[in-house]
């Protein structure tokens, strides 16, 4: 039995499963590292013995992670947003959440951008699909000031791009 073959065995294709292992990935993709990246990095610090992981893997490791933390990150949301409120006290946001306590949408603006809103009035906005971990439309809402400066009113996250989520958010 060859090395290469060995590796092909259920029994040392378990890393990706081990707590090492899983720790390791989900540090690579705090730091900000893409499950590609992670992938790269975890095959070059692997001992001989150990199968190569992939990309997959990682995905599948991040993904469980998230799901076991979701709550936290939501609580970090809005103590972030209670926090600059205390300094802001124009702060807005708006949390609509699920049958289950999930974030489906979440708005927020600032004071001086609500301020900015009042005196010019003229929005776009533009449902900016999916560029964040959370697979959730991110709406910037934008307009232009008297010098012809773009200027952020607010944002939004979005459950989807349904008639009935606009209407929610408007």
């Not at 294709?13 to 720790?23: P, Q, V």
């Not at 600059?84 to 807005?92: A, C, E, I, N, R």
């Not at 946001?93 to 010019?120: C, E, H, M, Q």
């Amino acid at each position: 039995m060859t090395p290469t073959k060995v590796m092909k065995h259920r029994s040392h294709n378990n890393f990706h499963r081990s707590i090492e292992g899983k720790s390791l990935m989900v540090q690579f993709g705090q730091a900000g590292l893409k499950p590609s990246q992670i992938k790269n990095v975890v095959n070059t610090m692997k001992t001989s013995n150990v199968a190569y992981v992939t990309s997959k893997q990682c995905v599948n490791v991040l993904s469980e992670h998230r799901k076991q933390h979701r709550r936290k990150e939501l609580y970090g949301l809005i103590k972030h947003f209670q926090d600059k409120t205390l300094v802001d006290s124009d702060q807005y946001f708006v949390l609509d959440l699920s049958d289950d306590g999930y974030p489906r949408n979440i708005f927020w603006a600032n004071g001086r951008s609500r301020d900015a809103y009042t005196k010019i009035r003229d929005v776009v906005f533009d449902v900016t699909y999916m560029t964040n971990k959370f697979k959730m439309p991110f709406t910037p809402f934008t307009g232009v000031n008297h010098q012809t400066q773009s200027i952020l009113f607010g944002g939004a996250l979005l459950e989807n791009e349904k008639e009935e989520t606009f209407e929610l958010l408007f």
